[in-house]
């Protein structure tokens, strides 16, 4: 009888103390405490009538929260792990059917079919179309076809939710972070960022305290390349969202976590169309080829920091930025003097989401040379990412003093003026880019956004423009 009484009482602490019955318990003894005061001490009928009625108010409010407490909606361990056995189970089909490569989101355009399809491809994918009646292509490359594990979520956004997909790369990284932080709740914080690449672009998304890493550590110990080859459901709403919202083959290229943070980076890769920029067999074995190259230069002189360095640089136009930090960090304890190692790996680290270590890594760079410009616009970014706006307009104007010509620069101080509201500051600085490059992209939308503002600014009653 004991341990079963052990089991309820547990049941029992865990739906009770939650932070409303938690806080209901704490007024109603409260109630206690004034009643008691107002019965041993007889201060006066007054007095005693107040108390009591502090009491009553107490003992109504926290029954209240009694009442409509209840425990966290799920236990964010257990449903971490629903999902884990089922991925490893398919990762171990399909590597006994000989395919080892990532999966490939592929929207409509690719496949015809009205929703985004997973494939895993049994060979080098170049973004080709795919014929889809089954399990297996019958036409096109070699591989498995099957739904994300996102589907359901995508089907309920879309038949509950009325989510409207957006149609711009902004508004992309607007609907994932609400997805995240307010409709599922998994991570207080979604950082997206777009990155040029030599295929096309490369999209980190990091999970702050991500809620659901239980299952992700897991799935890192028992089998490190899951994630990539048939991603969870979060990860696999983010790249199928992303296909389908561009038109374009999205794979998840890396995944990879912080414990010490609870934070989660997944970085897809969006091959672009094959007549912009065909991903072939040749632009794989050129990367492969420069990264042995690379190993086998280390191999002859292990302490060779420059080798250690291009070696970062390939892993980073990959996109295994994960990869590319251990190459940096490995240069740097051979040769901490080497500015363009630190000035690289602070590049990564910003792709990763990790704004704070990559202003640290700038600074250093920049303490061995304070007259590179791309360095202090590069710090200037990763601040603005961070959200300090100031610092970032601070460090770009730096990078101006260096080399005004810059369009860059311009249009990175515009979009951090922005952010701090100083639009006539901003729609200067985009003039500026304009000036440069008359074709810059985004430049026009983005001063007409900010001279709206401004206008705007100008029309509201100076008493409010001076609060």
Request: proline share 5%; glycine share 6%.
């Amino acid at each position: 009888m004991g341990p079963i009484l052990v089991c309820w009482w547990r049941r029992m602490k865990l739906h009770l103390l939650n932070k409303y019955s938690s806080a209901g318990i704490l007024l109603i003894s409260g109630a206690a405490v004034f009643v008691a005061i107002a019965i041993i001490t007889s201060p006066g009928e007054f007095i005693s009538a107040a108390f009591v009625l502090s009491g009553m108010v107490f003992v109504m409010t926290g029954i209240f929260l009694l009442t409509f407490s209840q425990g966290e909606p799920f236990n964010p361990l257990f449903v971490g792990l629903l999902p884990v056995q089922g991925c490893m189970n398919l990762c171990k089909i399909m590597f006994d059917l000989g395919i080892s490569g990532n999966a490939y989101f592929l929207p409509s355009r690719v496949t015809g079919e009205a929703v985004v399809v997973q494939f895993n491809p049994g060979q080098v994918y170049n973004g080709s179309t795919v014929s889809v009646t089954g399990s297996f292509p019958q036409t096109g490359p070699s591989g498995v076809i099957t739904q994300p594990s996102c589907n359901p979520l995508i089907q309920d956004l879309k038949k509950k939710n009325k989510v409207i997909l957006p149609d711009n790369e902004e508004n992309i990284s607007q609907l994932l972070s609400e997805l995240f932080e307010d409709i599922y709740d998994l991570s207080p914080k979604v950082s997206v960022h777009w990155n040029g690449s030599w295929e096309g672009n490369i999209v980190t998304i990091r999970f702050h305290d991500y809620r659901l890493i239980g299952g992700c550590k897991v799935i890192a110990q028992e089998s490190p390349g899951c994630c990539t080859k048939n991603p969870c459901p979060a990860c696999s709403l983010c790249g199928a969202l992303i296909a389908e919202v561009t038109g374009k083959v999205v794979t998840l290229q890396e995944c990879s976590m912080e414990s010490s943070f609870r934070d989660v980076t997944a970085v897809f890769l969006i091959l672009p169309h094959l007549k912009e920029h065909p991903v072939t067999q040749s632009n794989i074995d050129r990367f492969s080829e420069a990264i042995d190259q690379s190993e086998t230069m280390i191999a002859i002189d292990s302490d060779a920091a420059d080798m250690w360095n291009s070696r970062g640089n390939v892993l980073d136009d990959l996109g295994r930025y994960s990869k590319a930090v251990v190459s940096y960090d490995t240069a740097i304890a051979i040769n901490p003097k080497l500015y363009e190692v630190w000035n690289n790996r602070g590049i990564v680290l910003r792709k990763l989401g990790r704004y704070a270590d990559a202003v640290a890594s700038y600074d250093k760079a920049i303490s061995l040379n304070p007259d590179d410009a791309d360095v202090w616009n590069s710090r200037g970014y990763a601040l603005n990412e961070f959200g300090q706006h100031a610092d970032a307009v601070a460090s770009y104007d730096k990078a101006i003093s260096l080399n005004p010509d810059d369009a860059d620069v311009w249009y990175n101080r515009g979009n951090a003026l922005t952010k701090l509201d100083r639009y006539s500051e901003a729609v200067a600085s985009f003039d500026k880019t304009i000036a440069i490059t008359p074709d810059y992209a985004n430049v026009e939308q983005n001063r007409k956004n900010a001279r709206e503002q401004q206008d705007k600014e100008i029309r509201r009653p100076l008493h409010l423009r001076l609060k």
